[in-house]
């Protein structure tokens, strides 16, 4: 059954029955590809240029002309601009980019099936024409955000080494056309992002930033350094992140939300990867302003640098700990509460890998105050929010001490956890199964295990677990039979009930003899 395989992979990531610590720690396998997904529309990847907030009007062919469209057939358009006349060439390649620029179903393919991206290619180099420049930079740019194979058009037609020397043009609008341009093609994949890196791309690039560059323009930079971050399968060169990141970490600085929170993406991907390349970034003393960032009451920031803090805490304990001195302790709990269920569903699985870490880490979440929004999530989240929220729960019971564990019960994990055995997904319920065997274990070394019976009985868990017997998922079935047998076989002491604390929560250990809490 596909569903048990994924499980018990996941499992094999997560039970530290021998296993290290980086065993605990989950990277984002089958939950974050759609995570990922859902980030596309708030970082798109390619951009077209449908505006003209950047023509020039000093490039325009005379005052008499400004207004006046000329509209060319397709046929009209290759022989203009093959052809040798210049005034020819420009309108030909204002009418393509006119056409590359419509709203509406733009004809890409139609354009590239004339075979003029190579002309175009040329037009670029023609210094001395600066308007035809920026018409070819405009329409390629708009042929390289289509589809990949729009983008290998592009490419192929030689326009890498052309847009990069293009970078160090006299006319501004003629080098941000170019960043648009390279940003298009970066964010095609890690093929051309690294075509780019190879042709040189990032000392032009890093030069344009700088205190006088418009804020417009230096949007468009970022997001362009956003996309060669981007990308696995390679990961971009360690060189080139090491070149772009100093410029990062000062674009964070920012007062623009666009511009920081495009650094924060490009943060987020330099963290998503091996140890290694996470400790790059905590090298940087960059987590602060990350953490920082995440109280940001714009989505467009926070997104990213929860995404970024939260790839930094699948590291290893120094680096969660990194984290933890930033301060993210003291910001998920409003995240958990957040009203966005995807804000709720990162932090919980920013959470749960924080959770992954020894006793000491777990103990500054109890102090920190993690367990009421935790526990507040499993009983009212959204379902894939919950989801995240019983995986931080199943880590705290492996690696937390006896105590921490009954401080948990305490805190009334064990009623939203038993109801979310109702739900429709076995993987869910197969780490509550595992959850549940993790407190019976601590009950066990408490003597307590009676106790804990009982409070399981009281909140309707036995009927549930009873219920999962008759699972389709033989493990689902088989993990409930196994706690049935093992803990609700025996006879009950029918004078022995959990006592009820004042918030009504049940206590868990009452008599606390041996234990000081």
Known sequence: ???????????????????????????????????????????????????????????????????????????????????????????????????????????????IELGIIPRLVEFLTHADNAPLQFEAAWALTNIASGTSDHTKAVVEGGAIPAFISLLSSPHMHISEQSVWA??????????????????????????????????????????????????KNPYPPLDAVKKMLPVLICLMEHEDKDIISDSCWAISYLTDGSNDRIQIVVDTGILPRLVQLMASPELIIMTPAL???????????????????????????????????????????????????PCQQIQQLITCGLLPPLVELLDKGDFKAQKEAVWAVANFTTGGTVEQVVELVQSGVLKPLLNLLLAKDSKTILVILDTISNLFLAAEKLGETERLCLLVEELDGLEKIEALQTHDNNMVYRAALNIIEKYFSGEENPDLQPGTGQDGLYDFSVEKQDFNF
């Open 1 to 111: 059954m596909p569903v048990e395989i994924k499980h018990s992979e996941r499992m094999r990531k997560f039970k530290n029955k021998g296993k290290d610590a980086a065993a605990l720690r989950r990277q984002r396998v089958e939950v974050n590809i759609e995570l990922r997904k859902a980030k596309k529309d708030e970082q798109i990847l390619k951009r077209r240029s449908i505006s003209f907030r950047l023509m020039d009007e000093s490039l325009s062919l005379g005052e008499e002309r400004r207004n006046e469209i000329i509209q060319l057939s397709l046929e009209e358009i290759v022989e203009a601009v093959n052809g040798s006349n210049m005034e020819l060439q420009l309108q030909a390649t204002q009418a393509t980019r006119r056409m590359l620029s419509r709203q509406k179903d733009p004809p890409i393919n139609q354009i």
């Open 182 to 231: 390279l940003g298009n093609i970066a964010g095609d994949g890690p093929l051309y992002r690294d075509a780019l890196i190879n042709c040189n791309v990032i000392p032009p690039l890093l030069a344009l930033v700088s205190p006088v560059t418009p804020v417009g323009f230096l949007r468009n930079i970022t997001w362009t350094l956003s996309n060669l971050c981007r990308n």
């Open 307 to 357: 995404r970024a803090i939260g790839n930094v805490v699948t590291g290893t304990d120094e680096q969660t700990q990194a984290a933890i001195d930033a301060g993210v302790l003291a910001v998920l709990p409003c995240l958990l509460r957040h009203a966005k269920p995807t804000i709720q569903k990162e932090a919980a699985w920013t959470l749960s890998n924080i959770a992954a870490g």
